[in-house]
């Protein structure tokens, strides 16, 4: 039961609240938080509940206005978690919230998970402890997840175990961080790697998973569903772009998506760690992947919420001379991953979706058999 509101005094008149109930946590579970209290809380319940409780939470509150601070505070207090919350003066979005989240870790490693998502099972975090001190040292460690309401199974690696480390590695492998839950980083290494740099691209996460396992840090696959995604909870959703409704008259123009700059992300993350004359082909091989898995399934998918239209204005934002910009490439290079890019997007554009849901299941098994 929640105590009162009046038992929790001057909490939202601090800028941040600190419980250290645990004097030194393994695991920091890092959470980005912007006006999705009830969902919070709701994941927050799956961490009070975990067998292993040598844990924290970091929640970075990226200046919520939705009302609920002490509703998520009174939960934490009663919780008996060791908590560290915090509100930011100024909005920081995506990429700066999670870095600030985990700027509040004191945890070995840090566990990212999105502020909708949860935990799958009160066993989750001691299986996924005892697999990375199995394997210990770790920089990057990453589950797989299941569906909230469905209990569906994604698999985003195909194995169990120590996957590699080093730029090929992580060249191969960063299309398995976009979803944020479940993505396991040593502290110190996510530290030492942070940067603003990539602020709006929405992929802050990639950028650490990639230069920490670029750097040397050994990447840990573990086949286990650690987390459920898409907490539901009746009467009550979250933004995002599938509840906006199509746009009518929807005119062609070029749309450009965060999406657009991850080959620029992935690209700065890893090419630092590599000797010079494997830059080019790092960079190629990263492009390659966005332009024949990742873009490919977003124009599918905008053609599916919006319109066809729509569809072709996020093509043109993505096309090569956008997504490619700044990269060294050579020109042989530029014009192989051009010809990729639009011959694949062409694909995209005429396959009908319904063929596309049917054949979702194998290109996603194809392309998982490709990191």
């Given at each position: 039961m929640t105590r009162p509101v009046d038992t929790v005094p001057n909490l939202l008149d601090r800028q941040e609240v600190r419980r250290e109930r645990v004097a030194q946590p393994v695991v920091s579970?890092?959470?980005?938080?912007h006006n999705r209290t009830s969902f919070i809380i709701e994941a927050c319940r799956s961490l009070a509940d975990q067998t292993f409780q040598d844990i924290e939470v970091c929640i970075s509150d990226d200046?919520?206005?939705?009302?609920?601070?002490?509703?998520?505070?009174?939960?934490?207090?009663?919780?008996?978690?060791?908590?560290?919350?915090?509100?930011?003066?100024?909005?920081?979005?995506?990429?700066?919230?999670?870095?600030?989240?985990?700027?509040l870790a004191r945890g070995k490693y840090v566990f990212l998970m999105g502020n909708d998502d949860c935990l799958a099972g009160p066993t989750a975090l001691e299986h996924v402890v005892a697999q990375i001190e199995r394997n210990a040292p770790v920089g990057v460690a990453l589950t797989n997840f299941e569906d909230y309401a469905s209990g569906t199974r994604v698999a985003r690696m195909p194995r169990s175990g120590i996957a590699g480390r080093?730029?090929?590695?992580?060249?191969?492998?960063?299309?398995?961080?976009?979803?944020?839950?479940?993505?396991?980083?040593?502290?110190?290494?996510?530290?030492?790697?942070?940067?603003?740099?990539?602020?709006?691209?929405e992929m802050y996460q990639v950028f650490l998973a990639a230069r920490i396992i670029a750097a040397g840090g050994a990447?840990?696959?573990?086949?286990?569903?650690?987390?459920?995604?898409?907490i539901h909870i009746p009467g009550e959703g979250v933004d995002s772009y599938r509840a906006r409704p199509p746009l009518r008259p929807c005119p062609v123009v070029t749309r450009h998506l965060p999406l657009g700059q991850l080959a620029q992300v992935v690209a700065d993350a890893i090419t630092p760690c590599a000797e010079r004359r494997q830059r080019g082909r790092l960079v190629e091989h990263i492009a390659r992947q966005l332009y024949l898995y990742t873009y490919p399934f977003w124009i599918v998918e905008y053609r599916r919420v919006q319109s066809w239209r729509y569809a072709l204005g996020v093509c043109l934002g993505l096309q090569p001379r956008y997504s490619l910009q700044g990269l060294t490439l050579s020109r042989g290079a530029r014009l192989r991953l051009g010809l990729l890019f639009w011959t694949t997007s062409a694909l995209a554009l005429v396959l009908p979706v319904g063929a596309f849901d049917g054949l979702r299941q194998k290109l996603y098994r194809f392309a998982k058999s490709n990191t």
């Open positions: 579970v890092c959470i980005p938080q200046c919520s206005d939705d009302g609920g601070e002490r509703r998520l505070l009174e939960f934490l207090e009663d919780s008996g978690l060791s908590f560290t919350w915090r509100r930011q003066t100024h909005n920081l979005r995506y990429d700066g919230n999670l870095r600030a989240a985990i700027a080093g730029p090929d590695t992580a060249s191969q492998t960063f299309r398995n961080f976009s979803f944020v839950s479940g993505v396991i980083l040593e502290t110190q290494a996510a530290r030492q790697h942070a940067t603003d740099r990539w602020d709006g691209s990447l840990l696959y573990i086949d286990a569903s650690a987390v459920r995604k898409d």
